[in-house]
């Protein structure tokens, strides 16, 4: 089958005018210890449809991501393209294991196709948040090595909401993983009952026809994906299991090159997998994907808060409980994630604070803890005695009785200031309201930091008007 037949309207368009270039990528290996890395090339392919974005957004000047890579043209030394990024290395580093053992992970790297020889750089954070370059590669469009084969066709593409040229929009990308043939149907009533809570949620609401909506099922020969934890494996089309980094609800995919080569059927900058089953569970990377267990009763809502990670480079604002990384503790760097700081009297969102609001802002601290901690010694009891996810959902639906006893009673409850206790700490982070989507299931809005976050990601991507 020939991609660009699922693409009439833009071939016939990219006759008539300068074609867009094709989408080059770069998969390699990441390898480390939490005390050293290496890069290694892989391959680089030439994906089978054209490059999905606008020129105009192809240098990113939003400084997120924990790593950030550039495309330098050989011949004139212009970076032709550049986008901040987060991996899975870049969160298994701090975790435990990796101060015992190496480990490596796939990982890619997408831009347009250069018209000739290219620089690519990748760089790396340093202690004091400044971009430092770790790796360096020379490509030249013309190598007869590049893989330029079309991958195994994973199965229809389904337009769920086409707004306009990809090209004008940001393509977002629902994948399925763990349907059968049987349930294809049924991904797809998942998926577009998922994206219309994304798009009731505010800032993307106001911005819906800035979006396509792509949706691509692999089928599975089992349903449901790997959950070991409880001895279930899989081997699902895209990979995704549970239990990421020893943490029963944190789901990826560690299979990046098969994820790659199924989602390159689809003109996407963004993606989510939507995993089929009910056990509560997700995960979401800035710049890589994010994941939701698709028939849990808070799927809803962990859809919208894992695409704000992997959307917009979101800080968790949550606090009490327990994640599989280590956060540095003994510093607190100013983060590089636009809804925390480091620094309450000043925080990147001044433009935003409330007139006259007292920084730090005060609100109901210890009231909230001592319940939240109640409730995840809780979750960890029925999750060690492998009780049915019904009692976790009635356990969370208790809690956000109680969260709603504490928060939204007081004088600065809805006001924009920096309420301490965020990016997984409870003292020494600040996030800008008393209660977001990134740190509650309330039924909250974004704050207003994220929101701002999230427009100026949606302003990067489309062309301006």
């Known amino acids: 089958m020939n991609p660009l037949r699922l693409f009439p309207t833009l071939f016939l368009a990219t006759c008539l005018t300068a074609a867009p270039p094709r989408t080059l990528r770069v998969d390699y290996v990441h390898t480390g210890t939490a005390s050293s890395e290496l890069f290694s090339l892989d391959r680089t392919v030439q994906e089978p449809l ?62 347009p196709e250069p018209n000739g020889p290219v620089k690519v750089r990748v760089k790396k954070r340093d202690a004091h948040n400044h971009f430092q370059e770790v790796w360096s590669f020379a490509l030249d469009p013309k190598d007869i090595f590049i893989d330029r084969a079309l991958p195994p066709n994973p199965g229809s593409l389904l337009a769920l909401q086409k707004s306009g040229d990809p090209t004008e929009k940001v393509d977002f990308l629902i994948l399925g993983d ?50 070991p934890s409880t001895g279930i494996q899989r081997r699902s089309p895209l990979g995704c299991t549970y239990d990421a980094f020893g943490s029963e609800r944190y789901v990826l995919t560690f299979e990046n090159r098969t994820l ?8 996407y900058e963004f993606m989510e997998i939507l995993v089929n089953g009910d056990t509560y569970g997700g995960g979401g990377i800035f710049g890589l994907y994010g994941t939701v267990a698709s028939d849990n009763a808070f799927s809803p809502y962990i859809f919208v808060h894992e695409f704000g990670h992997h959307f917009a480079g979101l800080a968790d604002e949550y606090y009490t409980s327990d994640v599989a990384y280590e956060t540095g503790k003994d510093q607190r760097p100013e983060p590089w994630e636009p809804n925390a700081t480091a620094n309450p009297n000043n925080p990147k969102w001044k433009a935003l ?50 969260d709603s006893a504490f928060l939204g009673q007081d004088v600065w409850s809805g006001k924009v200031g920096a309420f301490e206790g965020a990016n997984y700490e409870a003292t020494g982070y600040f996030r800008a309201q008393e209660d977001c989507i990134m740190f509650t299931r309330d039924e909250v809005p974004f704050c207003a930091a994220c929101q701002d976050a999230i427009r100026r990601v949606i302003r990067m991507y489309t062309p301006a008007r």
């Open 178 to 227: 763990g349907y059968t043939q049987a349930e294809l149907p049924k991904f797809e009533k998942d998926a577009r009952r998922l994206m219309e809570q994304l798009f009731a949620t505010s800032p993307y609401k106001e911005h819906r026809q800035d979006f396509n909506v792509w949706g691509l099922c692999p089928p599975a020969r089992e349903s449901g994906i790997a959950r």
């Open 260 to 267: 790659r080569d199924v989602a390159a059927f689809a003109p």
């Open 50 to 111: 054209p490059w999905p974005g606008h020129s105009s957004g192809n240098l990113d000047t939003s400084n997120l991501g924990k790593y950030f890579f550039d495309v330098v043209d050989v011949a004139s030394g212009q970076v032709v393209y550049s986008r901040g990024f987060c991996s899975i290395y870049g969160e298994w580093e701090s975790t435990d294991e990796a101060k015992k053992m190496a480990r490596s992970f796939s990982e890619s790297l997408r831009f």
């Open 353 to 402: 604070l409330t007139p006259g609001i007292p920084l730090p802002t005060p609100w109901a601290k210890a009231e909230f803890e001592k319940a939240s901690w109640a409730f995840q010694k809780e979750r960890g009891q029925i999750r060690a005695a492998r009780r049915p996810e019904a009692e976790m959902e009635a356990l969370m639906n208790r809690q956000k009785k109680v």
